[in-house]
């Protein structure tokens, strides 16, 4: 049974930093991408970040780009999310999950595993 639990969500003020993390069983981890979503409330969800099998290539949603940065530990089967310099408007629900592919992508329908989110909060 294949299972991404995440943690590290919280509650941060603006400016401040926090680090995701989503640890995968039940799959083989070091052959797939995985990504990161968010869904703030009243809004759909929406890619964050995405990382391929190797730790190689990473793409980013244009509003975290250069804040956010996504990594993975193969040998411990986790997917990281590092959000620095946090705005009010990244407070949601992060949610962690593994493609269907190789390779980093931002489309939604190549994921076909995912986590139950942590919810981060930043105030102003």
């Known amino acids: 049974q294949v299972q991404l639990v995440e943690s590290g969500g919280g509650l941060v003020q603006a400016g401040g930093s926090l680090r995701l993390s989503c640890a995968a069983s039940g799959l083989a981890f070091s052959n797939v991408a995985m990504g990161w979503f968010r869904q703030a409330p009243g809004k759909e969800r929406e890619p964050v970040a995405s990382i391929d099998y190797r730790g190689a290539n990473a793409l980013y949603a244009n509003s975290v780009r250069g804040r956010f940065t996504i990594s993975r530990d193969n040998a411990k089967n986790t997917v990281y999310l590092d959000m620095n310099s946090q705005k009010p408007e990244d407070t949601a629900v992060y949610y962690c999950?593994?493609?269907?592919?190789?390779?980093?992508?931002?489309?939604?329908?190549?994921?076909?595993?995912w986590g139950r989110g942590t919810r981060v909060t930043v105030s102003s």
């Open positions: 999950a593994a493609a269907n592919d190789r390779w980093a992508t931002m489309g939604s329908r190549e994921y076909v595993q």
